[in-house]
């Protein structure tokens, strides 16, 4: 299994500003990718984070208000833009595909990064 | 596209009930499915998978049978605990036109001492 730590775990942030979340992975992934999870609600795709290219981004979701980086097999940054109120949620990072381990499909999660924008 | 379809909740049964979670999904190709369950202020983890037609997964008294022909993976449980209270998520994980999980609404479950 894999484990992930995202951080900051919440944070409370003016409107206007731009605040980066960080997803660690303790194994090399072939994919990470990042969701949305709004209170009381399912899960949402923003984004597939690629090693070394652009993220791949769902409908509704622009590279401008979420850009991701990618820099290696374990790491990834979500940064989440001139943020509004609608922005409050919990973002997850998630990953799978462990090098050497198969692909069974299984996703592993952060514990989130709960946002609260003001 | 493909989708997922999990009964609404909130679901309250007493401790020692037995749980059923129906999900249904459309998808093209063969995908696998999964349950995901996340635990108050905790992230999603893993419950139980099935990869192909007529699969059981199973894990910690749950249990659900991929069913092709119903296009269904219901989860069900003989006999539910405390701990068990937490939000429950069908998703479907496919590989056609790339890797994409897709969730179904979840289910919360509250248990009753």
């Known amino acids: 299994s894999a484990v992930i730590s995202q951080k900051p775990s919440r944070d409370i942030c003016q409107r206007g500003t731009s605040l980066t979340i960080q997803c660690q992975v303790d194994?090399?992934?072939?994919?990470m990718f990042w969701y949305r999870q709004q209170p009381g609600q399912s899960l949402t795709l923003i984004a597939t984070?690629?090693?070394?290219?652009?993220?791949?981004?769902e409908s509704g979701f622009v590279i401008d208000k979420f850009p991701i980086s990618r820099p290696n097999l374990t790491f990834s940054t979500l940064t989440v833009s001139n943020m509004s109120p609608e922005d409050s949620s919990i973002y997850l990072c998630?990953?799978?595909?462990?090098?050497?381990?198969?692909?069974?499909?299984?996703?592993?999660f952060g514990e989130g990064s709960r946002l609260t924008v003001l | 596209g493909d989708s997922v379809t999990q009964m609404e909740g909130p679901v309250t049964l007493s401790e020692e009930a037995f749980l059923t979670i129906n999900c249904t999904y459309t998808?093209?190709?063969?995908?696998?499915l999964f349950w995901y369950v996340q635990y108050p202020g905790e992230g999603l983890q893993l419950l139980l998978k099935?990869?192909?037609?007529?699969d059981k997964g199973s894990n910690k008294g749950f249990e659900a049978t991929y069913r092709k022909e119903t296009t269904s993976f219901h989860l069900e449980k003989g006999s539910v605990q405390v701990s068990d209270s937490a939000v429950y998520f069908c998703?479907?994980?496919?590989?056609?036109?790339?890797?994409?999980?897709?969730f179904g609404a979840g289910t919360r479950l509250f248990v009753k001492a």
């Open positions: 998630s990953a799978a595909g462990l090098a050497g381990g198969g692909d069974t499909g299984e996703l592993f």
């Open positions: 194994s090399q992934v072939t994919m």
């Open positions: 984070a690629n090693q070394g290219s652009e993220a791949t981004y």
């Open positions: 998808a093209t190709g063969y995908p696998s």
């Open positions: 099935a990869t192909k037609a007529d």
């Open positions: 998703a479907l994980t496919s590989n056609t036109g790339g890797f994409k999980t897709i």
